[in-house]
């Protein structure tokens, strides 16, 4: 299957600090990426849709201005915290949209646990 | 607003039984991926179904899609202690995914 990367997989920062994370499609071309938040024991939460080329387009409730996303290339989505604070420790996915006879699948990075201390 | 509504919420049964978890919507999907997640990792592709009565297996594992496409089922025979994790189901559609809210399985030996 289509494999997606992510980096950092965890990363521990202090408070006031902007925090950046990577997401790769490794073996195919990704036009659209996501990135989800995920709280413990709960599914997951769509922060944005991360367009190549484009600005991306957040959810309701997701301050643009505090997630920073670029996709600048058909193969890497960037998220970036700004100013991170402790409620913004959580556990990030990023997923890419592989498209494939017309058959849409989203695969997912591995994740990354972020503290915020 | 799509909505995929899966149950149970949170399963705990013993190794060696049977489940079922059922992911329900009014709208029709153009196809529909499970997914397992464990503990501090990204959920992992385990099937996709595209047609609609479309059944699949994986080892243990059943997949079934609805023939309106607007449900799905997975059963697991014989569940084992590795069969624990978070399942979920997304419905595709227009090239956007709806996930529904996830099925916490846990497998006592």
């Known amino acids: 299957g289509a494999v997606v990367s992510q980096h950092p997989s965890w990363v521990i920062c202090k408070s006031g600090t902007s925090v950046k994370i990577e997401c790769r499609s490794l073996?195919?071309?990704?036009?659209?990426m996501f990135w989800y938040r995920q709280f413990p024991k709960q599914s997951l939460m769509l922060m944005a849709t991360s367009n190549e080329g484009s600005k991306a387009t957040y959810e309701q409730g997701v301050e643009k201005d505090k997630f920073l996303i670029n996709h600048a290339s058909l193969t890497l989505s960037t998220l970036t915290v700004t100013s991170a604070h402790p409620e913004d420790s959580s556990f990030y996915i990023c997923s890419a949209r592989d498209m494939v006879v017309g058959v849409s699948t989203q695969y997912f990075g591995p994740g990354t646990r972020l503290l915020v201390l | 607003t799509q909505l995929l509504e899966q149950s149970p919420q949170f399963l705990s049964i013993q190794e060696g039984e049977n489940l079922t978890v059922y992911c329900n919507s009014s709208?029709?999907?153009?196809?529909l991926q499970w997914y397992r997640q464990e503990p501090g990792e990204g959920p992992v592709l385990l099937v996709t179904v595209v047609t609609g009565g479309e059944v699949k297996k994986l080892k243990r594992l059943t997949f079934q899609f609805g023939d309106a496409r607007k449900d799905s089922s997975l059963h697991i025979t014989a569940a084992q202690p590795g069969d624990t994790g978070l399942y979920l189901c997304a419905g595709a559609r227009a090239g956007k995914s709806t996930f529904g809210d996830g099925t916490t399985l846990t497998v006592k030996p």
């Open positions: 709208s029709v999907f153009s196809s």
């Open positions: 073996d195919f071309q990704a036009t659209t």
